[in-house]
């Protein structure tokens, strides 16, 4: 039927090929802006006439896209689409519905350069990090196309006498898909198509600040041959739009990824029953981490020195607005010093500038963002030593902060626990591995987290004790791939769900159990 999956390859843009590749798609994409996204309900794309802008965070004067936002009424109008597109949708053979999302990939292959450009401008990713979500969407695409097939197939039951028993799963209906912009095709491919894969249909709510970006979806998912009303595009404020989503009594299921604050809100008003609602919604929440790195002092040099490099990529790497960066450095005190004045070193090496010219560092996302991660810089200065930059990048047209380095930062410190979301540091000291452990458990979060070691009994004990969904040892905290490494996390960084594992399609399902008496 279809080739097992694999990943999907990243663009090595040392190739000058490809570098030139890249640089025309650049070119052309930008010769198209301002782009202009509509609302989508049903396949109909609709000008509400109320737009907002979404603008490229690297050059803040260029406007990217002007956005069409959808308002209370048309969430209604949107639900009317998905329950009727649901009637058949529902009801079409997983196989189907797969091949149609495996030509949807082929078509986002063809589309790749052109993509990684557009998000390259909206987002301020370089070039290696936009090609990483395409590569990562690709993925979702043909991951969850077959996991709907391998979900179809009939379940095993324990025989008994007298009856012809059946176990299968049957989709939930038409919900609401709610991704954040840190990866902005990916994460709400993977959301939407999780959904549509297994036989639900859509409202899709882009992030404000990645809505062109997220249009991306409906076009090659149209392009496969989608029928209308299976995914319906509404680009609008998250207290507008998404709020009217969450609280619809004719909401089915909620899939969120987001912020903390956002995901309880989510949580709490999706539980309350609305008049006329005849079930409870499924909320699925992927929130925030506050994820740390432990460096143990049984290292060779030749770990030490990759853990210098994994630890500036964890936590620098997308200016650390990714949920698995890494924002609390735990090291043993033997190696304190040195770790940190190395790491210094790396750190002074970092450029800065526009995500176009591929600086490893661009601009965080947006104003806001910009100045809650300098007053939490402020708050550094109370709580710790500052090493290493501590302020904005004056002379560039975007929202630009330095990486921030905090030493001496106590592990209840408010910078060690709550997310930034910026490329801002703390360094916290521990006195041995046990306590090491003890601190990097001791937040709220529990996503994901790295340790550096030789020693066996230490990465048994953490293999065990440390507490977050996604642990690595020896290598980086980020850069978690499809069905390689399941990504979802515990406590308040979620509802416990793997993104890209072979769990994933069940959220969107139900079990149906039919039993015959034989007669
Ligand atoms: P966010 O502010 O929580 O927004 C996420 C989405 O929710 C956006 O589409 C937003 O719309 C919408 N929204 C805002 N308020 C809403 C409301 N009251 N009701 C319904 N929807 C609402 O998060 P973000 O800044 O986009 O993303 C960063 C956060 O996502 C970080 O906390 C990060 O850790 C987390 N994250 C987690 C994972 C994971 O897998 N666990 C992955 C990536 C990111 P607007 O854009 O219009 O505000
Ligand atoms: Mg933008």
């Excluded at 600086?359 to 947006?366: A, D, K, L, S």
């Excluded at 003890?438 to 293999?463: C, M, P």
């Excluded at 642990?471 to 996390?489: E, I, M, Q, S, W």
Aim: proline content about 5%.
């Amino acid at each position: 039927m279809f080739e097992p999956f694999r990943n999907e390859p990243f663009t090595n843009f040392a190739d000058p090929g490809n570098r030139k590749a890249m640089e025309e798609a650049l070119r052309e994409v930008r010769g198209r802006f301002p782009l202009e996204i509509p609302v989508v309900i049903n396949g109909e794309r609709i000008h509400t006439g109320k737009t907002f802008t979404s603008i490229n965070p690297s050059r803040k004067d260029e406007v990217v896209a002007q956005v069409h936002a959808a308002d209370a009424e048309l969430v209604d109008r949107a639900l009317d689409a998905a329950w009727k597109a649901f009637e058949t949708w529902g009801r079409l053979p997983a196989l189907e519905r797969a091949s149609l999302l495996i030509r949807a990939a082929h078509i986002l292959r063809r589309r790749k350069a052109e993509v990684t450009a557009l998000m390259v401008y909206e987002v301020g990713k370089n070039w290696a990090e936009a090609d990483a979500d395409v590569a990562e969407t690709i993925d979702y695409l043909e991951f969850y196309a077959r996991e709907a097939v391998r979900y179809a197939e009939p379940q095993p039951l324990t025989p008994f006498p007298g009856e012809i028993n059946e176990y299968f799963y049957i989709p939930l209906g038409a919900g609401a898909v709610i991704p954040p912009w840190n990866f902005p095709l990916a994460i709400l491919t993977g959301m939407s198509v999780g959904a549509i894969a297994a036989g639900n249909t859509v409202v899709l709510k882009p992030a404000s600040d990645s809505a062109a970006i997220g249009f991306v979806l409906v076009e090659i998912l149209e392009e496969a041959g989608l029928p209308p009303g299976v995914l319906n595009y509404l680009p609008g404020s998250g207290s507008v739009v998404g709020e009217a989503l969450v609280k619809h009594p004719r909401t089915r299921f909620v899939a969120f990824t987001g912020s903390r604050d956002v995901g309880i809100r989510i949580y709490e008003e999706a539980a309350k029953v609305q008049p006329g609602q005849i079930w409870l919604k499924r909320v699925i929440a992927e929130m925030g981490g506050k994820d740390a790195i432990i460096v143990d002092d049984r290292l060779n040099d030749r770990l030490f020195e990759e853990a210098v490099k994994a630890v500036a990529a964890s936590a620098y790497g997308y200016q650390g607005q990714k949920c698995s960066a890494a924002s609390r450095l735990i090291l043993l005190d033997s190696i304190h010093d040195r770790f940190l004045e190395a790491l210094v070193e790396e750190v002074k090496k970092i450029s800065i500038g526009p995500a176009d010219e591929n600086h490893f560092m661009g601009p965080v996302i947006n104003a806001s963002a910009e100045a809650k991660i300098l007053s939490y810089i402020d708050i550094g200065r109370q709580e710790g030593t500052l090493v290493h930059g501590g302020a904005r990048v004056e002379d560039l047209p975007g929202f630009y902060i330095q990486p921030t380095i905090f030493k001496d930062v106590a592990p209840d410190a408010r910078i060690a626990q709550e997310e930034i979301f910026g490329p801002v540091l703390a360094v916290i000291r521990a006195k041995d591995f046990d306590e090491a452990l003890k601190i990097a458990n001791g937040t709220q979060y529990g996503l994901t987290g790295s340790v550096y070691t030789l020693d066996r009994e230490h990465i048994a004990h953490a293999r065990r004790e440390f507490h977050v969904g996604n642990l690595y040892f020896n290598r980086k905290c980020t850069g978690a791939l499809v069905d390689v490494h399941p990504f979802g996390g515990f406590n308040m960084s979620g509802t416990d769900s793997k993104a890209g594992g072979r769990d994933y399609l069940l959220l969107f399902l139900q079990g149906k159990s039919v039993s015959e008496k034989v007669r």
